[in-house]
């Protein structure tokens, strides 16, 4: 494993490996998803979750010997690769300071955003060794601020290898105060009388709006990495990460996919609501070529005030254009794309032309 200083110079490098990798005429549709146009941050010491398995596996993410060395990466890069590369979007808007009201038990380590569901499931997360007192460090790469870090531990006796994080879980460790826009945001933490396995829940509340993110960062306190990276020694829990999506009844509340009509002609487009709160939404469109192969693709997502996407180039309010990486389709191949748009999601429909 090599591990980067910097996150910045880690999402250069990545960006220029896809680079290479279209140089050289290979292309992967749906399964090689970019990282977020625009950053937003995470807690990146001890590694939140997501952070954690794009800084180890990014370089080689369809490797087959994930599923052995990092099994619950190898289980979230399967169930969403767009959350892994979108690490550091792992946020709800409009919260108004209700946390506990917003976000169920069992979601916390999504922040009750639906992308990421596979950080809520227990397992054999890779656990860093920390001292019972040490640093935290968030990165925010957009430089949005800090009205606050809020930082909780999980009580003695949650064992996170089978149980799912709920807020009685938790004991408020620390709350600081406010960081001006320049990270990283560094926090210091103290676990005295603590010791063995636990979980570090940190709520970041940015100061740019009321944007709420949520990290589960696995720590083992007093001893040593926990898993194999890095070299770390043997979980607690051999079990195997389970090979579906955890059951629905744990989800947020979601609007079932629009059924994608025949694709005939230049290509389709569905739209679904993936996630909703009050006053916005996040969107999933996915696009079907038609009977011929196209080389680009551009969706009109009616109804729609769209403020941030990725996997896709936002014109306008509500036109999301194919990237570089995923616009070339074959006859009947599929794309997806995100969004998180502003107002009600009832009536949202999805229009596609070939580009």
Same mark, same amino acid.
């Given at each position: 494993?090599? =591990?980067?200083?910097?996150?910045?110079?880690?999402?250069?490098?990545?960006?220029?490996?896809?680079?290479?990798?279209? !140089?050289?005429?290979?292309?992967?549709?749906?399964? /090689? /998803?970019?990282?977020?146009?625009?950053?937003?941050?995470?807690?990146?010491?001890?590694?939140?979750?997501?952070?954690?398995?794009?800084?180890?596996?990014?370089?080689?993410?369809?490797? %087959?010997?994930?599923?052995?060395?990092?099994?619950?990466?190898?289980?979230?890069? #399967?169930?969403?690769?767009?959350?892994?590369?979108?690490?550091?979007?792992?946020?709800?808007?409009?919260?108004?300071?209700?946390?506990?009201?917003?976000?169920?038990?069992?979601?916390?380590?999504?922040?009750?955003?639906?992308?990421? @569901?596979?950080?809520?499931?227990?397992?054999?997360?890779?656990?860093?060794? =920390?001292?019972?007192?040490? #640093?935290?460090?968030? +990165?925010?790469?957009?430089?949005?601020?800090?009205?606050?870090?809020?930082?909780?531990?999980?009580?003695?006796?949650?064992?996170?290898?089978?149980?799912?994080?709920?807020?009685?879980?938790?004991?408020?460790? &620390?709350?600081?105060?406010?960081?001006?826009?320049?990270?990283?945001?560094?926090?210091?933490? @103290?676990?005295?009388?603590?010791?063995?396995?636990?979980?570090?829940?940190? $709520?970041?509340?940015?100061?740019?709006?009321?944007?709420?993110?949520?990290?589960?960062?696995?720590?083992?306190?007093?001893?040593?990495? $926990?898993?194999?990276?890095?070299?770390?020694? +043997?979980?607690?829990? +051999?079990? &195997?990460?389970?090979? *579906?999506?955890?059951?629905?009844?744990?989800?947020?509340?979601?609007?079932?996919?629009?059924?994608? %009509?025949?694709?005939?002609?230049?290509?389709?487009?569905?739209?679904?609501? =993936?996630?909703?709160?009050?006053?916005?939404?996040?969107?999933?469109?996915?696009?079907?070529?038609?009977?011929?192969?196209?080389?680009?693709? #551009?969706? &009109?997502?009616?109804?729609?005030?769209?403020?941030? /996407?990725? @996997? *896709?180039?936002? *014109?306008?309010?509500?036109?999301?254009?194919?990237? !570089?990486?995923?616009?070339?389709?074959?006859?009947?191949?599929?794309? &997806?794309?995100?969004?998180?748009? @502003?107002?009600?999601?009832?009536? =949202?429909?999805? +229009?596609?032309?070939?580009?």
């Amino acid at each position: 494993m090599h =591990v980067l200083n910097s996150v910045r110079v880690r999402a250069a490098v990545v960006l220029a490996a896809l680079a290479m990798i279209l !140089s050289m005429g290979v292309v992967a549709i749906q399964t /090689a /998803a970019a990282p977020p146009a625009a950053a937003h941050g995470a807690v990146t010491d001890p590694p939140s979750r997501a952070w954690g398995c794009f800084d180890r596996w990014a370089d080689d993410w369809q490797s %087959p010997a994930m599923a052995t060395a990092d099994p619950m990466c190898d289980y979230s890069w #399967k169930q969403n690769p767009n959350a892994m590369w979108n690490w550091n979007g792992q946020l709800r808007d409009g919260l108004g300071g209700d946390y506990q009201g917003a976000v169920p038990d069992g979601q916390l380590c999504s922040a009750g955003n639906s992308m990421f @569901n596979a950080m809520n499931t227990p397992g054999n997360w890779v656990a860093k060794g =920390v001292s019972s007192n040490f #640093k935290l460090t968030l +990165t925010d790469g957009s430089d949005h601020g800090a009205d606050f870090l809020r930082i909780y531990v999980s009580k003695p006796g949650f064992d996170p290898t089978t149980q799912r994080l709920g807020w009685g879980n938790l004991d408020l460790v &620390t709350q600081t105060g406010y960081y001006p826009a320049s990270d990283p945001y560094i926090a210091d933490v @103290n676990l005295s009388g603590r010791s063995g396995r636990a979980v570090l829940f940190t $709520i970041w509340q940015a100061s740019h709006n009321d944007q709420t993110y949520m990290f589960c960062s696995d720590i083992n306190i007093g001893g040593g990495d $926990i898993g194999p990276w890095p070299g770390g020694g +043997t979980p607690t829990n +051999t079990s &195997t990460p389970p090979a *579906s999506t955890p059951p629905a009844s744990t989800l947020p509340a979601s609007t079932p996919p629009a059924s994608t %009509p025949p694709a005939t002609g230049d290509c389709s487009a569905a739209v679904r609501v =993936v996630n909703s709160w009050s006053g916005g939404y996040q969107g999933e469109v996915t696009v079907t070529a038609g009977a011929s192969a196209i080389r680009g693709w #551009k969706v &009109t997502v009616g109804g729609a005030t769209i403020t941030q /996407a990725w @996997n *896709s180039t936002l *014109s306008g309010s509500n036109t999301l254009t194919n990237t !570089s990486w995923n616009g070339s389709l074959a006859a009947g191949g599929k794309a &997806t794309a995100g969004f998180i748009a @502003n107002g009600s999601s009832t009536g =949202v429909t999805a +229009t596609c032309a070939a580009a």
